[in-house]
């Protein structure tokens, strides 16, 4: 099926930067969106950022400004560059995909989740 794989996150300075990517992977059609969901200890997940198939963006309004969504499209591939990173950006990062997959005769659309990774913003 479909698998997405994270990697990047880890531990850095307030003001350091971090690089997260993620890459989709299986029996993939056709990917429409892509972003970035955290979870911070005892906080609701929330979006940070999407990127759509032809490109356009969108972020929180907490990050603008500091963070970056980009992808490739022909690896399936989004990235997230986190600048002037803060004490509450810390949590866990999980990637998203909105794509279908599936055989030739038979394919469906869906949202699939990363693994997650820790992002630890610290002195």
């Known amino acids: 099926q479909v698998q997405l794989v994270e990697s990047g996150g880890g531990l850095v300075q307030p003001g350091g930067s971090l690089r997260l990517s993620c890459a989709a992977s299986g029996s993939i059609f056709s990917v429409y969106a892509m972003g970035w969901h955290r979870q911070a200890p005892g906080k609701q997940r929330e979006l940070v950022a999407t990127i759509s198939s032809g490109g356009s963006t969108n972020y929180v309004d907490s990050v603008k400004g500091r963070f970056t969504i980009s992808s490739d499209n022909a690896k399936n591939t989004v990235y997230l560059q986190m600048n002037q990173l803060k004490f509450e950006d810390t949590a866990v990062y999980y990637c998203?995909?909105?794509?279908?997959?599936?055989?030739?005769?038979?394919?469906?659309?869906?949202?699939?989740w990363g693994q997650g990774t820790q992002v630890t913003v610290s002195s």
């Open positions: 998203n995909a909105d794509l279908s997959a599936g055989t030739v005769s038979v394919r469906a659309r869906q949202r699939y």
